[in-house]
Structure formats: C-alpha cells, structure tokens
Nanobody
Framework: VQLQASGGGLVQPGGSLRLSCAAS????????MGWYRQAPGKQRELVAV???????NFADSVKGRFTISRDNVKKTAYLQMNSLKPEDTAVYYC??????????????WGQGTQVTVSS
C-alpha cells in the first residue's frame, strides 16, 4: 500500500489550502483516512480523521476551520484547511488503515507535506 500526499505549501494567515492523500495498492477496503501533523519540537498530533461509516474526528484547535472528506472510488481523502493560523504550521502526515486483498489489516503513513502559515 502506498500513499501519495500533496497540496502543502506557504500561505498567509487567514488563507486556505487543500491537502490530498491518494492510496494505492492491493486494497480491499479503507476504514480510516486522515491527517496528523508535527510541528518542530512537538509530538505528532491528530488533526482530522474520517471513518468509513462517515463519522469524523477533529482536533479542538481546528474545529470549525478544517473539513475532511473522502472519495472512496478514488481512494483519496481531502483536508480543506481554512482560516489558517501560524500555529497550523507543521508537517502534515496522511494516515490510512484498512484491509488488503489478502484480507490482512494494514496501516500506512504518507511521506509528509509541509504547511507553512506566515506573512
């Protein structure tokens, strides 16, 4: 299973970015798609996750500003980030968990994409 994340970059405070995470490989089903982030000197933290049943979880710090969605056909998740703040600056990691075609569970991390919010 491979993950390809994209969409990071430099944005001014108050701006928006959209991250994408596409999964590929021998996947039968995906249970969880989401993002974590890690700022310099800090631990990796949950940003947002989307479960196959439709439920979502967000970090308190991003509620009301970030939304997460997924396209099950494309095996792709999207993180729309609005009203970005300097404290959102971090490396964002895509995370996916599910079932392979061999009916074994898997979890995978993307390569990380830098998001920098600065004027």
């Amino acid at each position: 299973v491979q993950l390809q994340a994209s969409g990071g970059g430099l944005v001014q405070p108050g701006g928006s970015l959209r991250l994408s995470c596409a999964a590929s490989g021998s996947i039968t089903s995906i249970n969880v798609m989401g993002w974590y982030r890690q700022a310099p000197g800090k631990q990796r933290e949950l940003v947002a996750v989307n479960h196959s049943g439709g439920s979502t979880n967000f970090a308190d710090s991003v509620k009301g500003r970030f939304t997460i969605s997924r396209d099950n056909v494309k095996k792709t998740a999207y993180l729309q980030m609005n009203s970005l703040k300097p404290e959102d600056t971090a490396v964002y990691y895509c995370y996916v968990a599910g079932m392979t075609t061999m009916l074994t569970g898997f979890s995978a991390w993307g390569q990380g994409t830098q998001v920098t919010v600065s004027s």
